[in-house]
């Protein structure tokens, strides 16, 4: 099979949409904001703080603000709720893309921004930024953020699952997709009518699964990408990421077509081997407990 040549979506930087300029293209558009969140208490609250005081209370561009409490062991859900964010919870599954198809059912905008809750020193730009395309652009369905990743402060060496794992394997099977700069970014949206088609990986797979699906949907014409800036969030250690990293490659060997176990086992010498649930939901609209939002 022929190699189907990469070209990089419309790319554009945060700086390009300013909010005043978004509220005036937002017209009746709502716009849900989604925090999928396990054990981050540390970081909700101050997320969730700035934008309802930036982007509800001052200007009114964010219509509604959720965080999905994915089994925390913690205090997230009690924070985030403090700090003013609806808070609903993963029941029958979990996961991060379990806590993203749980945002779809219980969330009611037209335009549904998801951004990930441990991060420091939140930019509103995340938001701003990923909203831009979507409602300035009627033919873009899905946007994908990037940004610098620093390692432990260090201003480079983050990202280690997506240039070990995910850009390998999009270089093999999906070379379509190799201008998007952060294939698991964390930080993406989309017009619901959309991403109420797509399946969703309950684990860390869902974030290359979604775009892979995402692009089989509307094409490559259908999605764009933002500059989001400077990315400043909790960097795990190698033994946390090698789970996550079965996960990424296991959604993308189902969407090239290769079967794999849905329940292996990570072995690794001198650890007692790590059982893995890999699981996908069907897309929201093919589920029973999905009610799309009414006009």
Not at 46 to 70: F, K, N, P, Q, S
Not at 101 to 121: I, Q
Not at 196 to 215: I, M, S
Not at 257 to 262: F, N
């Amino acid at each position: 099979m022929a190699a189907v040549p990469s070209a990089s979506p419309p790319t554009f930087h945060h700086r390009d949409f300013a909010v005043e300029d978004l509220v005036a293209a937002k017209g009746d558009t709502r716009v849900s904001v989604c925090l999928p969140a396990r054990d981050e208490e540390a970081t909700v609250g101050a997320i969730v703080d700035a934008i309802r005081t930036r982007l509800v209370d001052d200007v009114a561009l964010v219509d509604e603000l959720l965080v999905v409490d994915d089994h925390s062991s913690d205090r997230t859900a009690a924070v985030a709720a403090d700090a003013g964010a609806a808070v609903v919870h993963t029941t029958d599954g979990q996961g991060k893309g379990e806590a993203l198809w749980t945002s779809m059912l219980a969330s009611k905008g037209d335009v549904v921004v998801w951004c990930d809750a441990d991060v420091r020193e939140f930019d509103l730009a995340f938001v701003t930024g990923l909203l831009g395309p979507l409602l300035t652009r009627p033919g873009i369905g899905f946007v994908k953020g990037f940004y610098e990743r620093p390692l432990n402060d260090r201003q480079e060496g983050g990202g280690r699952v997506t240039e070990l794992v995910a850009r390998p394997l999009i270089a093999l099977l999906f070379p379509e997709l190799a201008g998007i700069v952060q294939p698991l970014s964390g930080e993406y949206a989309g017009r619901r009518e959309v991403l109420e088609r797509l399946p969703f990986v309950q684990g860390y797979g869902v974030d290359l699964g979604l775009l892979v699906d995402v692009v089989r949907l509307v094409g490559p014409e259908g999605i764009a990408q933002v500059d989001l800036g400077v990315r400043y969030h909790r960097n795990r250690p190698l033994a946390e990421l090698s789970p996550q990293a079965v996960e990424v490659m296991e959604a993308a060997l189902r969407r090239a077509g290769v079967e794999t176990d849905p329940r292996p086992e990570l072995a690794r010498p001198g650890d007692a081997p790590l059982a893995l649930e890999l699981g996908e939901r069907p897309p929201p609209l093919e589920s029973p407990a999905y009610r799309r939002p009414a006009p």
